[in-house]
């Protein structure tokens, strides 16, 4: 066949007349979407049955929450969008936090969720919703589909406002009417778009005046987000930090976009962070951001923030800069193209050789510390255990809350894309779900999904799709059978009232795990530990790993809410400490 016949047979494929459905599948078709996350219900049973024909990559997981969540950790790693289909109703309001938590970490998504008939809108109909009111202030856009024409135009928009500029979710209410109109299916159309033309490339002024502050500047440091990860710029960062000699620092979701094995890396900045990254950020006298958005976790009091430091900030989303840090140098961009331009320009490096004689002293006198015991499973040890026994190659995936904090602190990621945690929301419950998305989004990665005893049981229902899939991944519970997070804050700040904080009956995760049919093994002391990893990673299917820690170990350094960066607690000199 020639290649005109080709076209012009493509050509008619994509004009031809079909469902709302139908359209759903071609279009995803089109988008090459590999996985759909999901659950059906009464307002999408057109489109499941499209889906049933079409023979479509679904994963039924056991909630909406759990879809989106994978959804979301496939996203973070493929660097694709994730998609969801949830039902209407309930269907659509439990996918509500998983929103949420896309749109404060910038996650790329396309959720398409079900809708009552046109012609009953607004009349409390069964499983009626208003999913655009409530998600309005959550995606980065939303639809709902009001007439079968619309829809092929829709969901290509939908693909590109996710992917484009700053990632987020972009949700499309689609009625059930639509789903069985027909209409004609019109795919090979430019999105045009005016009122949103992100912008990626740099302004050439701006990028002077930072070369400029740069070669003046005796004490500078690079803040590096997740923007660097989104714009798959690791390489070009770690270029421009060479070249001109700057240290740098990540945020929590930054992690992975610099070596952290890289004698220029401080390690991550905030609440939980390093020594040196903090005080870096209080004494440098040029604070370079790209890709992070200055969250309070990061900052601290910000009366306190970088008194000493010109700020520039490289961001693809303008509204970020100088949000929360008055910002002298602004550069909206994608971090690639800023750091290209960087680096092309060349500019006199700065002399920066005393500064990282002084962080090097910092490093070396202020390490990451806790103090070894024997008997028991330290929660940090177990975290450094799971970094040997992968080679720090694995992807991790987290909860939220002191286990968290832990595996960013002490799993030394080295390479961008292997660290799945949500930092803006918080979410409890994200970290087991978001390991199905990301193993399907790298299938020959070893997955460990760390998990606290009180998230793992907000989303645990989705062993049963780990079993069912055969996933391989390594659930790593640190049981510290508490709320470990909230008893510290109660320990430190609320005078040891350790309100609603422990929780000493937690069920038998071993005994849950062969419920799921899988191996569920436990260990109680540092020895036992080493045994189970072993025989964990040597297996081909997933585990479940139950590991009792220490319950009042506390995550330091801290610096406590309403305290600047400096004020961090918890902090040991190494020649006081045993290690
Ligand atoms: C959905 C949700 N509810 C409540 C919280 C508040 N919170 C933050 S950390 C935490 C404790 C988490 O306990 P666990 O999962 O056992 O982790 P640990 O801190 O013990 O490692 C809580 C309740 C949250 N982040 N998310
Ligand atoms: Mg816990």
């Not at 306190?304 to 989303?317: E, G, L, M, R, S």
Request: aromatic share 8%; with cysteine; net charge negative.
């Amino acid at each position: 066949m020639t290649k005109m016949k080709v076209e012009e047979q493509e050509k008619a494929r994509t004009k031809a007349r079909m469902s709302g459905s139908l359209m759903l599948i071609e279009a995803l078709k089109e988008e090459k979407v590999e996985v759909i996350f999901g659950y059906p219900g009464g307002a999408v049973l057109p489109l499941y049955d499209e889906l049933y024909k079409a023979g479509v990559f679904h994963v039924l997981t056991r909630h909406e929450q759990g879809a989106i969540h994978a959804a979301e950790g496939y996203a973070r790693i493929s660097g694709k969008p994730g998609v969801v289909i949830a039902t209407s109703g309930p269907g659509a309001t439990n996918i509500v936090t998983g929103l949420t938590d896309a749109m404060m970490d910038s996650l790329p998504l396309v959720v398409f969720t079900g809708q009552v008939a046109t012609s009953v809108i607004g009349s409390d109909a069964f499983q009626e919703a208003d999913v655009v009111g409530i998600t309005m202030p959550i995606t980065k856009h939303n639809y709902q589909v009001r007439d079968i024409s619309e829809l092929p135009r829709i969901i290509k928009e939908a693909f590109h406002i996710a992917t484009t500029g700053r990632p987020g979710p972009v949700l499309i209410d689609i009625p059930k009417d639509i789903t069985t109109a027909e209409g004609e299916f019109d795919y090979d159309q430019e999105v045009h778009l005016p009122g949103y033309q992100p912008t990626t490339q740099p302004n050439h002024w701006q990028i002077r005046r930072l070369v400029e502050a740069v070669s003046q500047s005796k004490r500078p440091v690079i803040l590096a987000g997740a923007g660097v990860l989104h714009a798959n710029a690791s390489n070009e960062l770690r270029q421009y930090a060479e070249q001109q000699n700057i240290p740098v620092i990540h945020t929590l979701l930054g992690l992975g976009g610099f070596p952290a094995d890289h004698p220029l890396f401080l390690g991550m900045a905030g609440m939980h962070g390093t020594y040196t990254a903090n005080m870096a950020l209080c004494e440098c006298d040029l604070l370079i951001n790209i890709g992070a958005r200055f969250d309070d976790r990061v900052t601290g009091n910000l009366k306190y923030f970088a008194p000493k430091a010109t700020v520039a900030h490289i961001d693809i989303d303008p509204a970020e800069i100088g949000k929360n840090v008055p910002t002298k140098i602004p550069i909206v961009s994608d971090a690639k193209a800023a750091l290209q331009e960087l680096i092309a320009q060349q500019g006199k490096p700065a002399d920066t050789a005393a500064w990282l004689k002084q962080l090097d002293e910092w490093k070396r006198r202020f390490p990451l510390h806790y103090e070894p015991e024997a008997g028991t499973i330290k929660p940090q040890k177990l975290i450094e255990m799971i970094y040997e026994m992968t080679n720090g190659e694995a992807i991790v995936t987290t909860d939220v809350g002191q286990h968290q904090m832990w595996a960013a602190q002490y799993y030394k990621f080295n390479r961008p894309h292997r660290w799945v945690t949500s930092g803006g929301l918080g979410t409890m419950g994200f970290g087991l779900p978001a390991a199905i998305g990301a193993q399907l989004a790298d299938r020959s990665a070893t997955v460990v999904s760390i998990v606290g005893d009180g998230g793992f049981q907000m989303t645990l229902q989705e062993l049963s799709v780990i079993q069912e899939l055969g996933l391989p991944i390594k659930i790593v519970i640190v049981n510290n059978q508490a709320l470990g997070m909230v008893r510290q804050w109660q320990e430190l700040f609320y005078d040891k009232r350790y309100s609603h904080s422990l929780i000493p009956n937690q069920p038998d995760f071993v005994k849950l795990a062969e419920a799921y049919g899988m191996l569920g093994l436990r260990a109680k002391t540092e020895a036992e530990a080493a045994e189970v990893l072993k025989q964990a990673f040597a297996m081909d299917g997933p585990v479940l790993l139950d590991f009792h820690v220490r319950a009042d170990e506390n995550v330091y350094p801290m610096v406590a809410p309403g305290k600047g960066l400096h004020e961090m607690v918890g902090v040991k000199a190494c020649e006081e400490s045993s290690r």
